[in-house]
């Protein structure tokens, strides 16, 4: 025998609290894994450590994550997503939103904890996973150098590859010391780095 209409309601109404509490706890945990990640580094994050900080029971996440591996890689995977590069700026400028946007996903995603242990490798597994991020990240830096340089911006004869590294080791850099990724920081290094990128030394820049 069916409930009555107004019970079916209650039933609906508590299933969607449910639902709703459930995704509040989700976005919990992978926060908390994130912000351990990003102060203590990899050593940080646990099954313990994390139901401590979000004030949750382990069984709590155990029901959603078989191991510290697996909650690991499903907080990278959640903030992982990218945003697309703007299409009207000049390629200097280009260069600059790029570094920013790399040092937000550090900042956001990696920290200067875990920064320090993939230089280090004291965590070759969870480091494993972070290179795979940031690896993913950079497909677009290593595009957008082709772009550039068959459109005659930048130098026919670039290293693409060593220009990427270097990139990517400015921020890596930047972290370790606990320096500001912002457009002081950008400027910094485009103006080191752009002489020996451009087919010009001087800087095209979009017009504000």
């Keep these: 025998m069916a409930p009555p ?10 299933q969607q609290a ?8 989700d976005a919990r945990i992978l926060s908390v894994t994130l912000d351990l990640l990003r102060t203590r580094g990899p050593a940080g994050v646990n099954i313990e450590a994390v139901a401590a900080k979000a004030g949750i029971a ?11 591996d697996q909650l690991l ?17 000049s390629t200097y400028d280009t260069f600059k939103w790029l570094l920013r946007d790399a040092g937000r996903m550090a900042d956001n995603m ?16 969870s480091n494993e996973m972070m ?19 068959a459109a005659g911006d930048l130098r026919a004869d670039l290293d693409i590859g060593l220009a990427a590294t270097i ?20 400027d910094s290094v485009l103006a080191v780095l752009w002489p020996g ?6 800087p095209t820049r979009t017009a504000l």
């Design 110 to 125: 990696v920290g200067r904890g875990a920064a320090a242990s993939i230089i280090l490798n004291e965590h070759p597994e």
């Design 167 to 186: 990139l990517l080791g400015a921020l890596m850099g930047q972290l370790i010391r606990g320096g500001e990724l912002d457009d002081a920081w950008a």
């Design 58 to 68: 382990k069984t709590t996440i155990y029901r959603r994550y078989a191991d510290r």
């Design 197 to 202: 990128f451009a087919c010009t030394e001087a």
């Design 73 to 89: 890689r499903a907080a990278l995977g959640s903030s992982s997503t990218g945003v697309a590069i703007p299409t009207d700026l």
């Design 131 to 149: 290179r795979e991020m940031i690896k993913a990240r950079s497909v677009r830096l290593t595009q957008f150098l082709h772009q550039r340089v």
């Design 18 to 25: 449910k639902a709703v509490r459930g995704r509040a706890i």
């Design 5 to 14: 209409i107004g019970r079916r309601s209650v039933t609906v109404l508590e």
